[in-house]
């Protein structure tokens, strides 16, 4: 097993602690601390992995399936947590989740017709956004213009979910026709 599928592998495992460290009030803000700490490393490893991979030419299939899968599961294990935890309305993570879910969907009809569906720029947009708006949602500290930044990286996430979304549907309708 290369470099980047270990990446990729201790990315599903630290999402065990995370988890943990997010649904255990028990431990106070060093637990909230240890969270951000868990998810900033695992969304390195995202990083760092995709660039080894290409770099050193090591890309795998076992690779291409899974740091997606990977990456849905820590963001979806994250808004799941902060649902629980009263800090994100179900609504917003049930739009973020079900976006991921469709697009899961096409890339797996795409690659039945032999079609790669790439990552677009408002994809990436949408990861970054994400990203911010969950470490800034666990932090959640008790400050008037930190809740209102919150909360508006939160509607920008949201916003960029639905564009790249739309995005994908727009770029890859052709995947849905019916192929004989």
């Not at 495992?13 to 803000?29: K, R």
């Not at 213009?145 to 979304?165: D, G, K, N, P």
Request: charged share 15%.
């Amino acid at each position: 097993m290369n470099l980047p599928n270990k990446l990729t592998i201790l990315r599903v495992v630290l999402i065990v602690p995370f988890v943990i460290c997010m649904l255990l009030p028990e431990l106070g803000d060093a637990g909230m601390y240890a969270a951000v700490a868990i998810f900033i490393i695992a969304s390195l490893t995202d990083l760092l992995d995709g660039k080894i991979a290409r770099k050193y030419n090591l890309v795998t299939n076992f690779g291409k399936f899974m740091d997606p899968l990977a990456d849905k599961l820590l963001v979806a294990s994250a808004l799941i947590c902060l649902t629980a935890n009263g800090r994100l309305a179900p609504w917003i993570s049930i739009i973020i989740i079900s976006r991921e879910f469709i697009i899961s969907g096409f890339r797996l009809v795409a690659s039945d017709n032999g079609i790669v569906i790439a990552a677009s720029y408002w994809g990436k947009f949408k990861t970054t956004f994400q990203m911010l708006m969950i470490l800034m949602l666990i932090l959640d500290f008790d400050h008037n213009v930190y809740q209102i930044c919150a909360e508006l990286i939160t509607y920008v996430a949201l916003i960029l979910t639905l564009i790249s979304l739309i995005d994908y549907i727009v770029k890859n309708k052709a995947v849905l026709k019916e192929q004989k």
